[in-house]
């Protein structure tokens, strides 16, 4: 390989823009471009994003990178694909036209069948071949309300032209000029209709939810070669696309987090703590569910994760809604201008509560208000229940002792907040490494795809690319930490009483 063909493109396709971005063979970021993309809300509870806007803003991204950086095809190795992971869409193959808007992960529209489902007692079957809970969270139910809502889907899925998928699907679809209709096993084990054991998809869950004659895409591991861009969409001569994963599993993989007992927090709109559980699909334990980390080497790597609804997400409401702060870097300051948060506690349920509780009905709260309590109370509250969240899901994932967290590895936009990353050590009594790396999803993917064209011999080889990373130790005494703790899971009930 020459010099000039030197960079890996990666492509996260995040719930509130695509950004894309530029790796080199040191693992550095080289430069980096976002576009946000528009969030719609047609009823409430009810989340869509136009897939076709999300192309074109990934097209138009990635041409101004190369020209920004005065490059082009020629200096790409591959193109990697990392995305939000339960966001879901139906198009039609002939015509390349999405039939609706993608559905998105935070969407509720599928509760009422999951309600059904639960009704029905078929949670146990559900769990032992997927690994998770019938929750709206999961594609299927949504998939399933476009089937029974949308005019046409329906007649439509007869003729075996609908096609569904995730956004990689989506994404590597287009970019291939429709050749390829392909997903990795890390996106297709979060639909509710993927055979976690079997390593396929599952036909009595496709029957199930009402979703059998539209075409799923192949399943494939992620360090395999999944197609080339098309001349017809992109570029003058094919390059190849590599590297499609979820964007929680690429952070895993990004964190090196390759050995049982190793785990990750990515901090997003939401975030999902996934720890490392080997070669074998454990059965959960309560409130969390397993899933497929990643597929590599002809293996799978299977893990356990708890997924929290609302955690970035929050500040953002803080900004956004209430006009407390003007950034979220502010947090930080206001936060430490108060010694405690007085027995202030929010939790942020506003679209239900996701694991451990996975409680839909249960709706946002802030308790413990009296007549002292001021913005900063407010504020260090919301950062506080980032941390109580994210301990919930670490704890429980110990509680059967088949493995134990050796330190977790963050990453994300609120990792940069000094404040929540010492409290949250405090709250874990572990230690928390945070990676010096922000876009650790888009390295993880970068990371499969070079694995698959030979830009990385191995894992070994990625593990030395390790960057600078800060550590968090516990400082807390364990009589205040368990004191607070508890006042967190009296929160927590409060909020959920109905």
């Keep these: 390989m020459n010099e000039t063909q030197g960079y890996i493109l990666a492509i996260d396709q995040s719930t509130s823009a695509s950004k894309v971005m530029l790796f080199d063979r ?58 939000q992971r339960e966001t879901t869409m139906i198009w039609d193959g002939d015509t390349g036209k999405p039939v609706h ?9 599928g509760a009422p069948f999951c309600h059904e489902l639960k009704s029905r007692n078929l949670e146990q079957m559900v769990m032992e071949k997927t690994g998770l809970v019938i929750d709206p969270y999961f594609s299927a139910s949504k998939l399933r309300w476009l089937v029974n809502h949308v005019p046409g889907i329906r007649e439509r899925k007869k003729t ?26 890390s996106n297709a084990c979060r639909t509710l209709l993927f055979n976690i054991r079997e390593l396929k998809w599952d036909e009595e869950l496709v029957t199930l939810f009402d979703l059998d004659g539209i075409r799923l895409p192949e399943v494939r591991f992620s360090d395999e070669l999944f197609g080339a861009t098309d001349p017809a969409v992109l570029f003058s001569k094919p390059v190849p696309v590599a590297g499609l994963m979820g964007d929680s599993h690429a952070a ?25 559980i080997g070669k074998e699909p454990l059965h959960p334990p309560k409130g969390l569910v397993t899933s497929i980390g990643f597929g590599r080497d002809q293996s799978i790597d299977y893990v356990y994760e708890g997924n929290i609804h609302c955690t970035g997400d929050t500040v953002s409401w803080l900004k956004n809604e209430l006009k407390l702060i003007g950034d979220a870097g502010e947090t930080e300051k206001i936060a430490t201008s108060v010694p405690s948060s007085e027995g202030v506690y929010m939790v942020p349920a506003f679209v239900g509560l996701g694991a451990p509780y996975w409680d839909n009905e249960a709706r946002a709260s802030i308790t413990g208000i009296s007549r002292h309590t001021g913005k900063a109370h407010v504020v260090r509250a919301v950062l506080e229940s980032i941390a109580y969240q994210v301990n919930d899901l670490i704890e429980l994932m110990q509680k059967d002792e088949a493995v134990q967290l050796r330190e977790l590895r963050v990453d994300g936009g609120p990792t940069r907040n000094n404040f929540l990353m010492q409290f949250q050590a405090d709250m874990l009594n572990r230690q928390v490494v945070r990676s010096s790396i922000e876009e650790i999803s888009a390295l993880g993917a970068t990371f499969m795809a070079g694995l698959a064209t030979g830009f990385w011999k ?25 004191h607070l703790i508890a006042g967190w899971n009296k929160a927590v009930e409060r909020t959920r009483l109905r």
Aim: glycine share 8%; with cysteine.
């Design 26 to 83: 040191n693992a550095n970021l080289h430069d980096r471009i976002s576009i946000p993309h528009e969030q719609i809300y047609p009823e409430p509870g009810f989340v869509e994003h136009n897939p076709e806007e999300i192309f074109e803003n990934v097209r138009n991204g990635i041409l101004k990178i190369l020209e920004k950086n005065n490059l082009d095809e020629n200096n790409l190795v591959a193109i990697a694909i990392t995305n």
């Design 252 to 276: 895993l993989f990004g964190q090196n987090c390759f050995e049982p007992g190793m785990a990750k927090a990515t901090y997003g709109t939401g975030s999902s703590i996934m720890m490392n």
């Design 458 to 482: 191995n894992i070994g080889e990625i593990g030395a690319l390790r960057k600078n990373t800060e550590t968090f130790s516990p400082a807390m005494k364990t009589e205040q930490r368990n």
């Design 160 to 185: 075996g032209i609908l096609m569904l998928g995730t956004m990689d699907s989506w994404l590597l679809w287009k970019l291939t000029a429709g050749k390829v209709h392909a997903t990795d096993y």
């Design 101 to 109: 808007n993608a559905v998105v992960w935070q969407c509720q529209r």
